[in-house]
């Protein structure tokens, strides 16, 4: 069945560090996206990938379309306590257009 | 703000009550979702509904019946549940079928 594997599960950084996490899938993607989740919301979608090999920032935030189309990465640059959440990664599958979800990172920043 | 919207936002309920869940979208999208998300776990699709019809049903218990009127507004109706339905439910929806989503604040239940 469809995979995707999200990692790291969590994460415990220093304000003002940069932070990166990734995706990988077990078949071919034809879009990408990341979304953060505050506690008590919804997830928000942060960016939105759709070719391979491509870059795009959010602000301090930059993600990237592998170019095997089966991986993803989010970096977060400068990281600040409102960045705290869960980040998740969600692709759909060009077999049968599902999109599925990683399990997501959980990011927590230390005073 | 997303443009979709969840109400209630909280609720507690036995498992002999019956509630419904409310998911209105302001985005002009014509397919919706239910998704139910628990602790440590990925997010579960239980439903969705394109233009109106259901095109999906991920193998979800008759104790939860969806109802979409019309592309706007999705329903998720409630009777009998478990403990285990405790969780965090999302709407969703997006321009077409499988296209990228939006999530409403979603609804947190409670079944006791």
């Known amino acids: 069945g469809q995979q995707l594997n999200q990692s790291p599960q969590s994460m415990f950084i220093q304000e003002g560090e940069d932070v990166s996490m990734n995706c990988t899938s077990s078949s071919i993607f034809n879009t990408w996206l990341w979304y953060k989740q505050d506690p008590g919301e919804g997830p928000v979608l942060l960016i939105a990938l759709y070719k391979a090999g491509e870059l795009t920032s959010n602000g301090r935030l930059t993600a990237q379309f592998g170019i095997t189309r089966k991986d993803s990465f989010l970096n977060i640059s400068a990281s600040i306590p409102s960045d705290v959440g869960i980040y998740f990664c969600?692709?759909?599958?060009?077999?049968?257009?599902?999109?599925?979800f990683g399990k997501g990172t959980r990011l927590h920043i230390l005073p | 703000e997303t443009g979709v919207t969840q109400t209630p936002r909280h609720l507690v309920m036995g498992m002999t009550n019956k509630k419904s869940l409310k998911c209105e979208q302001h985005l002009g999208h014509n397919a919706m979702y239910w998704y139910k998300q628990s602790a440590k776990k990925p997010l579960e699709l239980m439903f969705v509904y394109n233009f109106k019809e259901q095109t999906e049903n991920n193998s979800v218990p008759s104790r939860f019946s969806p109802e979409c009127p019309n592309s706007s507004h999705l329903f998720l109706h409630l009777h009998t549940l478990q403990p285990e339905d405790s969780a965090l439910y999302l709407c969703a929806s997006s321009q077409s079928y499988q296209e990228t989503q939006y999530f409403g604040p979603g609804t947190r239940l409670l079944v006791l």
């Open positions: 969600a692709g759909q599958d060009l077999s049968d257009d599902k999109i599925i």
